[in-house]
């Protein structure tokens, strides 16, 4: 039998880095299903599809074959064969992922494909339904969290590393309608499992948040 970690939360959080660090410290697999979404939204805007045609976006969801490759021990994301992990980080693309996500055929399929690879391997696994959908039965369910303001914020030097010149309002404002669009949709809204373990990263350092979620293992 596997062993599964469930760690959930809004955009920006901080649940990519953690579940890594948790991931590589328990020889687990880390299986970031943000990572998925993303690609469906990506492939709809690569093929000029509106992503606001529900219908259109279920029918052409079937045709993209998304895989998670392991190289060097790092997550490569597959779409139609081609390495994506670069292109679905950008902003417009996770916007498009928050709309098509809350389809439920696209749904259906990426949540299909997440049990069968908990199925195979220990797992730590981020999302918004990982705890309350896609693995009920985790050992261990954690819900991070962080303040708008302090996400944004991260977001906003994680942007100017890169020697872009973002607005910190516009930043917070976008976080802010992202929440509200995970967390009200109809199919599987981002939502604390009764039995998760409610950790907020605002004043907590990354090393913290770690030595917290391996404390709870
Ligand atoms: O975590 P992220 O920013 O990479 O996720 C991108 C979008 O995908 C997010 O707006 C909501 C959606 N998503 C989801 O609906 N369910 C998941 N398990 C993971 C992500």
């Known amino acids: 039998m ?4 469930a760690i959930d939360g809004p955009a920006g959080a901080g649940k990519s880095t953690i579940a890594k660090r948790v991931a590589k ?21 690569k093929n000029g599809i509106d992503i606001h045609d529900k219908d259109a976006v279920e029918k052409a969801s079937e045709k993209a074959d998304v895989r998670l490759s392991y190289i060097d021990g790092t997550v490569h994301v597959l779409l139609n064969g081609e390495d994506v992990s ?3 980080r950008e902003e417009e693309v996770g916007k498009a992922a928050s709309v098509v996500s809350a389809y439920p055929q696209v749904r259906k399929n990426l ?9 195979t391997e220990n797992v730590v696994m981020d999302g918004r339904d990982i705890g309350t959908c896609v693995l009920p039965d ?10 708008p303001e302090v996400r944004g914020n991260r977001r906003y030097l994680e942007l100017v590393e890169k020697g872009e010149n973002p607005d910190l309002d516009e930043i917070i404002a976008d976080i802010k ?17 009764d039995d998760a373990v409610e950790v907020d990263s605002s004043d907590m350092t990354i090393d913290q948040v770690v030595a917290k979620i391996e404390s709870l293992v």
């Open 25 to 45: 410290d328990l020889s687990f697999v880390y299986v970031d299903t943000g990572a998925m979404y993303r690609s469906i939204g990506l492939y709809m805007l």
């Open 177 to 193: 309608k992202r929440d509200e669009a995970d967390m009200t949709r109809e199919i599987s809204p981002l939502r604390k499992a």
């Open 2 to 5: 596997t062993r599964q970690i």
């Open 86 to 88: 670069t292109q679905i």
């Open 111 to 119: 949540t299909a494909l997440q049990k069968k690879l908990a199925e």
């Open 138 to 147: 985790a050992f261990l369910k954690i819900y991070l969290t962080a303040s």
